[in-house]
């Protein structure tokens, strides 16, 4: 018997080494609800949205009523001067639509006034500015698609600028790193500190009364509009903002400081409202912001990927993360080739998404070498409608990387990105992306508590690039939301915060979830909890631009085997710590089999999902 037992405890222990560390139970429990779910960046961000839902909102409330609260408690990862990707699935048209938040450059900027004035685009102050474009998308989908007032869905938005919020100890470290730019600019320093110049420690309460006013400011404009109905009250309070004093105020200060904005640059933004950019991946329908993101990143590598057996090579094996990891290496060179505002540029999107390309690309993948090139494909050959190309285009037979790496996510320098996943009752789906107007690099505009968008860093001042600078361009904007269906049905919101590396979290995330379910279910931090990789073999979004050719960042619970056997295969590649990768995936799923909301929050930070 005790022979038996000694056998038994032998096979099982071989069984957990088979399978490595990561089979531990999950940190975090299953979150799961029959009604609805909702994952966001903060606690208090998932508790708004959770209390419009049971006050009888829809999805499109509770997501508006978090990006507001959000843009208040969240500002070292995003405030309202920044921007906000939404997709949107509303189950009465069963279709998917992309609302794109990303502010433009103003009309007064182009490549020539920057170099004449010996200006660049890093990422502080007035020189990288656009206009704030989050509160345009907020409002536009609770106008389009909600059910509330704004007066209704930014009560706790107002409450916690008016009355305060506890301090978060990340939010006050984000304040301390950057005590030595607020001193160039006295607003921030007002906004952000004590009348004394001190500090609020974590923990006690900060109050915002600056941004209280202004919210108050466009609840006002929407109670002198409400007879004529909810959607002119909302537009109302938008156009206060954008069209108003609060925009007068704004203009004021820039023009003050130098920037070449003037009133229409704000007056005539508006958050386009367009069809998104899909492909299907084995039974799903996965959907993206299009190529004035990097969205498409996503669906050109799943469309690659496709064509590998990738369950059977199993989950984190060194084939199943050779194949991932040169998969989007053959994705970002047509990303920083093909990829611009789409007011300015014709990508070849039907040739880029076309299963036949995705084939072509499919076959440079070598199962035995890392590739060290970075050239774009011919996509143009697949597409109807582009057939030249006139921009940069990607070529490098050996591609050396920057004496400095890219920064996938600004992390170090207070400034971060967050996400908000929302699923309810009715199969409705909200799913957004906000970032930007950061503690780091954003100037308070006087008065009126909103921080300026810096996102222009995401422009190139390089007339060859689709990417570049112009009057009006909005950046080629990281922020990229998923919204996923399965035959044809509402299965999935998911997306994380990253810069360059949301995509690679987001496929990883989703290829843990659809091909690996058996290992995670019904657990959803399951599968949030195991180790990722992360590719640096791109042009990094954020100015200067810098590269990290065939760098490959491996979280330290992978085994030393794929690691060795990675490396042999040529990648350049680094251990570090467990859950440091700069993600925090959040999603919710309907559950195929029961109908029952699966939410999960990525333990890399303090992202919170709830369910009821």
């Known amino acids: 018997m005790h022979r038996s037992f000694l056998a038994i405890f032998a096979s099982f222990a071989l069984i957990i080494a088979a399978f490595g560390a990561d089979t531990k139970a999950a940190e975090r429990p299953p979150v799961m609800g029959r009604n609805a779910g909702v994952s966001a960046g903060h606690p208090l961000t998932a508790a708004a949205a959770f209390e419009i839902l049971q006050k009888g909102g829809n999805a499109f409330d509770a997501g508006v009523a978090a990006l507001l609260v959000g843009g208040v408690v969240e500002q070292d990862f995003y405030s309202l001067g920044g921007e906000a990707l939404v997709l949107v699935y509303p189950k009465k048209t069963a279709k998917v639509t992309a609302i794109v938040g990303q502010g433009w450059a103003p009309k007064g900027a182009n490549i020539d006034w920057y170099n004449a004035r010996n200006k660049t685009l890093n990422g502080e102050g007035l020189d990288p500015a656009v206009v704030p474009g989050a509160l345009h998308a907020a409002l536009t989908v609770l106008e389009q698609y909600g059910t509330m007032s704004f007066e209704e869905v930014s009560a706790r938005a107002i409450e916690y600028s008016e009355q305060g919020f506890p301090m978060r100890p990340r939010t006050a470290a984000a304040i301390e790193k950057n005590l030595e730019f607020f001193k160039s600019w006295p607003d921030n320093q007002k906004y952000w500190l004590r009348p004394d110049g001190s500090m609020v420690p974590p923990g006690e309460t900060i109050k915002l009364p600056s941004l209280a006013r202004t919210l108050k400011k466009m609840v006002d404009a929407e109670r002198a509009a409400r007879s004529r109905g909810r959607a002119a009250g909302i537009i109302a309070a938008r156009d206060r903002f954008y069209k108003g004093d609060i925009a007068d105020d704004m203009v004021a200060f820039l023009q003050k400081h130098g920037a070449p904005f003037d009133k229409s640059d704000f007056s005539e933004f508006f958050a386009k409202v367009e069809q ?195 009057p009006r361009a909005r950046p080629r904007y990281t922020l990229t939301p998923s919204i996923v269906l399965k035959d044809g049905q509402p299965f999935m919101a998911l997306g994380t915060p990253g810069g360059d590396n949301q995509e690679q979290t987001i496929i990883q995330a989703f290829l843990d979830i659809v091909e690996f379910w058996p290992e995670w279910y019904p657990n959803l931090h399951e599968a949030f909890e195991w180790p990722r990789i992360q590719t640096l073999h791109f042009y990094g979004s954020f100015w200067p631009h810098d590269s990290g050719f065939n760098k490959l960042n491996l979280e330290a619970q992978i085994p030393d085997s794929v690691f060795n056997d990675l490396k042999a295969r040529g990648h350049d590649v680094s251990r570090i710590k467990p859950f440091s990768i700069a993600s925090c995936a959040t999603a919710v799923i309907i559950d195929p089999a029961s109908g029952n909301r699966l939410a999960g929050a990525d333990p890399r930070r303090d992202c919170y999902a709830m369910a009821y």
């Open 276 to 470: 998104p950019a899909m492909t299907t991946y084995r039974g799903y329908e996965v959907y993206k912001h299009s190529f004035g993101s990097q969205g498409p990143t996503l669906l050109e590598a799943l469309n690659i990927l496709e064509n590998f057996d990738l369950k059977a090579m199993g989950r984190n094996s060194a084939d199943y993360l050779h194949t991932v990891t040169e998969a989007l290496k053959l994705a970002y060179a047509d990303r920083d080739t093909y990829y611009g505002d789409q007011a300015f540029v014709a990508t070849p999107a039907e040739g880029l998404l076309s299963k036949a390309y995705a084939r072509e690309r499919a076959k440079l993948i070598d199962m035995k070498h890392a590739s060290r090139s970075f050239v774009a494909g011919n996509p143009m050959a697949y597409d109807s409608k582009v057939k030249q190309w006139p921009y940069w285009t990607a070529n490098l037979a050996e591609a050396v990387p920057s004496p400095r790496l890219p920064d996938p996510e600004r992390v170090s320098g207070a400034k971060d990105t967050t996400h908000i996943s929302i699923i309810d009752k009715d199969g409705n789906i909200f799913d957004s992306t906000p970032s930007g107007g950061w503690i780091g690099g954003a100037v308070i505009l006087g008065d009126t508590g909103i921080g300026m968008s810096v996102r222009g860093e995401q422009l190139w001042l390089d007339k060859t690039r689709a990417a570049q600078l112009r």
